[in-house]
T-cell receptor
Framework: DSGVTQTPKHLITATGQRVTLRCSPR?????VYWYQQSLDQGLQFLIQ???????AKGNILERFSAQQFPDLHSELNLSSLELGDSALYFC????????????FGDGTRLSIL | KNEVEQSPQNLTAQEGEFITINCSYS?????LHWLQQHPGGGIVSLFM???GKKKHGRLIATINIQEKHSSLHITASHPRDSAVYIC????????????FGPGTRLSVLP
């Protein structure tokens, strides 16, 4: 058990819809990262938050947004969903400081019909 | 172009064999992370390296900064080691974020 909790585990929705994925980091971890893993692209970094503020952005689409709340949980919002957004979405958290290992949640499997 | 490569892509071994998975990258890094992804999808952090060698149980990870190469070794492999092993690097100029290799799919047969 990594200590990182992601909900829901599975999500099935239709094109054009909007969903919210939730992540609770390990106790004490200030950094939260979001990743997308699709069959053809592998793991890709989307966005990082540190103590409530956006720290870095990766390959995140404009239709996607995220935030980290004062209690350090984070949400990833995906809107105007397309078939190609079907993927596993992972959240990871780490302690403050460089080169800290990241601890991954079990992921949310998003299926767009 | 910043790239992360892994070899082999797929590996089948008999239980008890010594296994080596390789990761190479193109430019200087600040850290390298080895991850294990189980068939169900869950990802486990194995090692974070910036130099030298680390050992945990039957797993050993090494990194050679000059050669831009890291290896993950599994001694006395077991069927429960069957998983995808992913190397991720943090480039010096890419902040706190990782770029992932394509993964090595390992199957250990009883």
């Amino acid at each position: 058990d990594s200590g990182v909790t992601q909900t829901p585990k599975h999500l099935i929705t239709a094109t054009g819809q909007r969903v919210t994925l939730r992540c609770s980091p390990r106790s004490g971890d200030l950094s939260v990262y979001w990743y997308q893993q699709s069959l053809d692209q592998g793991l890709q970094f989307l966005i990082q938050y540190y103590n409530g503020e956006e720290r870095a952005k990766g390959n995140i689409l404009e239709r996607f947004s995220a935030q980290q709340f004062p209690d350090l949980h984070s949400e990833l919002n995906l809107s105007s969903l397309e078939l190609g957004d079907s993927a596993l979405y992972f959240c990871a958290s780490s302690e403050a400081g460089r080169n800290q290992p990241q601890h991954f949640g079990d992921g949310t499997r998003l299926s767009i019909l | 172009k910043n790239e992360v490569e892994q070899s082999p892509q797929n590996l089948t071994a008999q239980e008890g064999e010594f296994i080596t998975i390789n990761c190479s990258y193109s430019v200087g890094i600040s850290a390298l992370h080895w991850l294990q992804q189980h068939p169900g999808g869950g990802i486990v952090s194995l090692f974070m390296l910036s130099s030298g060698k680390k050992k945990h149980g039957r797993l050993i990870a090494t990194i050679n900064i000059q050669e831009k190469h890291s290896s993950l070794h599994i001694t006395a492999s077991h069927p429960r080691d069957s998983a995808v092993y992913i190397c991720a690097v943090r480039w010096d100029n890419y902040g706190q974020n990782f770029v992932f290799g394509p993964g090595t799919r390992l199957s250990v047969l009883p």
